[in-house]
């Protein structure tokens, strides 16, 4: 059974930091990445990094601010938000790539970043 299993989220201030975990299990894993949805938007991308860590990609509006890092051993991926933001304020979510080419989601963690 996969699961994916975020945590780290909570209410920070404008500038504050939050680091968030995801927790695979059930898989072995190649790409993995976070998502966010804010309220009455899409779900976009932010970060995804690749099996060995060698490879990572952010969007344009967390560059300089986000690092994303995965411990292996551990199955476990990272999102270290720096000078966060109002408008980072949104539920986050892990996403990973089984090998076999199959997505899976975690369910979320709210992130709320306050004036």
């Known amino acids: 059974q996969v699961q994916l299993v975020e945590s780290g989220g909570g209410l920070v201030q404008a500038g504050g930091s939050l680091r968030l975990s995801c927790a695979a299990s059930?898989?072995?894993?190649?790409?993995m990445g976070w998502y966010r949805q804010a309220p009455g938007k899409e779900r976009e991308f932010v970060a995804a990094?690749?099996?060995?860590?060698?490879?990572?990609n952010y969007a344009d509006s967390v560059k300089g601010r986000f690092t994303i890092s995965r411990d292996n051993a551990k199955n476990t991926v990272y999102l270290q938000m720096n000078s966060l933001k109002p408008e980072d304020t949104a539920i986050y979510y892990c996403?990973?790539?089984?090998?076999?080419?199959?997505?899976?989601w975690g369910k979320g963690t709210l992130v709320t970043v306050s004036s």
């Open positions: 059930g898989r072995t894993f190649s790409n």
């Open positions: 996403k990973a790539d089984s090998i076999l080419g199959k997505d899976y």
């Open positions: 990094i690749s099996r060995s860590g060698g490879s990572t």
